[in-house]
């Protein structure tokens, strides 16, 4: 089982920063992707970024250029750098684990979400 807490979320003015973090429980997190997701408003869920247990990253097109995701596997954190935010980052950050067994069984997790608001 893991556990993720996310952290960091709050109101931001349009152009702002915001650093997201999600610490996790057990002690096999480096072994998980890391990923982010986001629900809008009214909206589906929708993928932001991603970072593999070796620090391969990957970004929604709306967030490249203006938010990095990183981890820690000391501290069993992932985290997510927000800058130059946009009223439509505007959402629930909710971070995710995931991964494969040898049999290719998966197991993953949500986090309970932080919300995010962008606004003048």
């Known amino acids: 089982q893991v556990q993720l807490v996310e952290s960091g979320g709050g109101l931001e003015l349009p152009g702002g920063s915001l650093r997201l973090s999600c610490a996790a429980s057990g002690s096999i997190f480096s072994s998980y992707l890391m990923r982010w997701y986001r629900q809008p408003p009214g909206k589906q869920r929708e993928f932001v970024a991603g970072?593999?247990?070796?620090?391969?990253?990957n970004y929604a097109d709306s967030v490249k250029g203006r938010f990095t995701i990183s981890r820690d596997n000391a501290k069993n954190t992932v985290y997510l750098q927000m800058n130059t935010l946009r009223p439509e980052d505007t959402a629930v950050y909710y971070c995710?684990?995931?991964?494969?067994?040898?049999?290719?069984?998966?197991?993953?997790?949500w986090g309970q979400g932080t919300q995010v608001t962008v606004s003048s």
């Open positions: 995710y684990a995931v991964r494969y067994s040898t049999s290719n069984t998966r197991s993953d997790y």
């Open positions: 970072i593999s247990s070796g620090g391969i990253t």
